[in-house]
């Protein structure tokens, strides 16, 4: 009775069913991996939001990369602008609207400088025309901030380009910044949430990062994989029980003619 199981039709079936299943448990696991990933992520930045700040040099120094478990750790850090230095960040849309972040270096004596991210402009009429940046204040001041790490090809998913108008960057890399600067720069960059004294105008701040839903969408997708195997073995013995239905109910058939027969 089961020895249509063994037939090429069937066979292909079987099959496509045990390579779908580790496929399915390879695709899941992956899926649970990223949840536990993204959710760590997610926490850690949390944890750095709303820890309280410290002093840049405790973090960060020149020649030295920001390490990913400080990103987004509020610092402190005084000094004064140096607007001469300053550059714009190209393509850096905020809620919906293009527009440049706003980078000026803050010199912190001894020969040694971060750079600020003092927050966003709205772009020119066209795009040739540069934005309007407000000033720095001028003077000591104290800044606090998020440390950033500085952003690459790689991090960022912005392609570099060459031949930028002056005092125009596509990243905020601290490396390819401080080349000629008279000061030696932060591996990384500071994101300015307040600052002391305060500057009237200034650019508009940046918002607080999305820390997102700590891989929620990865851990549904991981149930939703593993819930295919369950569909796939069900099927796969669906049809195996509707084909032993099918060909029972034939034999009765056949038998019943034959009875039929024998009888007249």
Do not use: C
């Amino acid at each position: 009775m089961y020895r249509f199981l063994l037939t090429p039709r069937w066979l292909a079936l079987h099959v496509v069913v045990l390579l779908v299943i580790p496929a399915f448990v390879f695709l899941g696991r992956w899926q649970f991996g990223r949840f536990e990933e993204r959710s760590a992520n997610s926490e850690r930045v949390t944890a750095n939001i709303e820890a309280a700040p410290v002093p840049l040099d405790r973090l960060a120094a020149p020649g030295q990369q920001v390490r990913a478990s400080d990103r987004f750790r509020t610092v402190t850090v005084s000094g004064t602008y140096d607007p001469s230095h300053a550059l714009v960040v190209r393509r850096r849309p905020q809620e919906g609207r293009a527009g440049y972040y706003v980078l000026t270096p803050l010199v912190t004596g001894n020969g040694t400088a971060v750079i600020v991210n003092r927050g966003w402009v709205k772009a020119g009429a066209t795009a040739d025309t540069p934005p309007d940046v407000p000033a720095p204040p001028t003077g000591q001041v104290t800044v606090t901030g998020r440390l950033r790490p500085s952003e690459t090809e790689e991090s960022s998913g912005i392609r570099d380009l060459v031949g930028l108008p002056a005092g125009q960057v596509l990243l905020i890399n601290a490396d390819k910044i401080g080349k000629g600067l008279p000061y030696q720069l932060v591996g990384g960059y500071v994101e300015l949430t307040r600052q002391q004294p305060a500057a009237t105008p200034a650019p508009e701040p940046v918002p607080e990062p999305d820390v997102g839903s700590g891989g929620g969408l990865n851990l549904a997708y991981g149930v939703q994989w593993w819930l295919f195997i369950g569909i796939a073995i069900g099927g796969w013995i669906l049809l195996i029980r509707r084909e032993l239905a099918e060909r029972r109910a034939k034999e009765a058939s056949e038998q019943e003619k034959v009875e039929t027969s024998a009888t007249y």
